[in-house]
């Protein structure tokens, strides 16, 4: 008798505690919510046109964007369903990849001795054993890394796209996928039905991305560039990244790789142009008149491979729109874009006082070099009216970085901190499209012990 009277009292203390949770969630589910999600106590970098900077500040976040933000304590008026405190922390845009291979984690640090030719012929070796599944998982990592180190939306350019769609969904990562091209006797093909499996998914636009631009016929390169334009797609190419590739365009084509593209009609497009080491001063004005145009920096990849860098300087000089990027992990190693903004900033962008943008006619101004991983990189993959800068009605795209840190105390030029000192490990948070994907170091969308267990398995495949 005892035991059923006391097995009683725990079903109604069960049910009661039930209907409490209930009851609860339901409350809490019907509150009036002004904004998912509010940053406080933190230094604001906005990235803006006036390079505005709040600290303290606020950033208020609904359905995806950025509605409110300013100066001083957040207003009272906000009510939101989660609350982000981040006093001795910088929040400011997520990083804007402007080139990459994501799944080229697959091969980090397969051939680190080869120079540029060499070492895309063993690449290649190891490309052919690639799997779309390898590519998914190569893809995950790529994403883990890039996040971890506060990069929110990349570039990418790499086989079995479908498979990097697959993990950038999972990860809530923003991403520009190129487009399969598939040569016909009646023409180029495009692959629709990948747009069409993509084409709802808010994370995911759309590139072409023939590569090596070389192997394609001008006419197949105009009707690229013609169904780039119908579509608003991005274009995405390697561009002269060593002397070869102008020698070689001139050999098949009589015509230098800027004339091609030009009468291809690609600087009508939004267009990528990664790395652009050996154009010359003509050729870079001619760049500079189209705004829709940019070139994509890949510092670490270019010094290690070489033979030759992208002239950033006088490309500023010359109106060009510069974007960074980390190209793959199999030449840069690393996808850290502080990483790259720290390494160029300290070799690679002197000036002197003539030149745009340069800092007591020496350097590239660290701000310049923050702005071409976050705004300018969002213009030149037309994506600059929805990130790159954290303003009302831009989606939330932001990281939150942790400035209470030996290495960066003091700090007296926000710019100049992230461009010397910062380094990916230093960001701790990581909102994408008005999500959280990291919280406090910790991410919440990829399985980490998953990922790493299943790159093993490719990359002993790789070794035998």
Known sequence: MRKNITFLILVVVAAGFLVWHFEYRRLSENKNYTADILITNAEVLTLDANSDIYNPGW??????????????????????????SADGKLVMPGLVNTHSHSAMTLLRGADDGDAFEPWLTTTSVYEKNITADDVY????LAEDEMIRTGTTAFNDMYFFPESTAKAVTEAGMRAVLRVGITDTKNGLIFDQNFINQNKNNPLISFSLAPNPFLDYLPVQLKQISDYALKNNY?????????????????????????????QAGFLRNRLVLTHAADVNANEMNIIGEYPNSGVSFNPKSEAKLGPSLTPVVKMLDSGVTVGIGTDGAASSNSLDMFGQMNFAAYGFLKCSSADKF???????????????????????????????????????????????KPGLLPSYDIYSTLVYNTGGDDVVDSIINGKIVMENGRLLTINEPQVFKEVQIVSDKFKK
């Not at 998982?137 to 995950?140: A, E, K, V």
């Not at 929805?386 to 009302?392: D, F, Y």
């Open 234 to 262: 991005l274009v995405h190419i390697h561009f002269e990244e060593d002397p070869q590739n102008r020698a070689d365009a001139l050999v098949r084509y009589n015509l230098t790789p800027t004339q091609l593209i030009s």
């Open 358 to 404: 340069c800092q007591n006619g020496y350097s590239i101004d660290p701000e310049k070099i923050v702005r071409m991983a976050t705004i300018d990189g969002a213009k030149i993959l037309g994506l600059d009216d929805k990130i790159g800068s954290l303003e009302t009605g831009k989606q939330a795209d932001i990281i939150v970085l942790d400035l209470q």
């Open 137 to 140: 998982w190569g893809s995950l």
């Open 59 to 84: 950033v208020e976040i609904k359905d995806g964007k950025i509605i409110g933000l300013g100066k001083g304590a957040a207003p009272n008026s906000i009510n939101a369903r989660q609350t982000i």
